[in-house]
């Protein structure tokens, strides 16, 4: 089925850098979703965008919504230990009940 | 408040046998959505309903079925079952479909 375009794949970084991911998509999307999913859990959302342009932040996380409405980053500063899991975005056209459309993942590891 | 709850969480099933598994959302949620989760095909929409009403549907087998009963809660069966249908299967609510999803902890179904 169709997925985002989302990188990296995977990322080994030290603790306390700064990490950074994005996803691109050849539709446009209205809502731009950010998921984190730990082993054998759901994904557990962290930001949603809603509008082309805005910049939001939770914590240590900033996700930003493509002015094309076709890409959207996540940014996590001064990462830690549980940091580690796998990120998703995801996207939405906003109708009442569409579906999300997932991107491959991130999987970030953090060397302590 | 409570979160999304699916049950059970591992299931293991025969080739060929049925299978149903149960979801309850965030009260006050009446959005429901279905995906399936797999290593080789990442997470990919099943179904969504709203108010006991099918609203989407993803690109799957008429084997996978769902249902929604009058208090939001949700089913999703799958008839036949098929070794490939081995994946986690992952509910997620909404108050209307439209503002994120918020998603349950899945249910590992394994087919041998």
Known sequence: ?112 | KAGVTQTPRYLIKTRGQQVTLSCSPISGHRSVSWYQQTPGQGLQFLFEYFSETQRNKGNFPGRFSGRQFSNSRSEMNVSTLELGDSALYLCASSLDGTYGYTFGSGTRLTVV
């Open chain 1, 1 to 112: 089925g169709q997925q985002l375009n989302q990188s990296p794949q995977s990322m080994f970084i030290q603790e306390g850098e700064d990490v950074s991911m994005n996803c691109t998509s050849s539709s446009i999307f209205n809502t731009w979703l950010w998921y984190k999913q730990d082993p054998g859990e759901g994904p557990v959302l962290l930001i949603a965008l809603y509008k082309a342009g805005e910049l939001t932040s939770n914590g240590r996380l900033t996700a930003q919504f493509g002015i094309t409405r076709k890409d959207s980053f996540l940014n996590i500063s001064a990462s830690i230990p549980s940091d580690v899991g796998i990120y998703f975005c995801a996207g939405q056209l906003g109708n009442a009940g569409n579906m999300l459309t997932f991107g491959g993942g991130t999987r970030l590891m953090v060397k302590p």
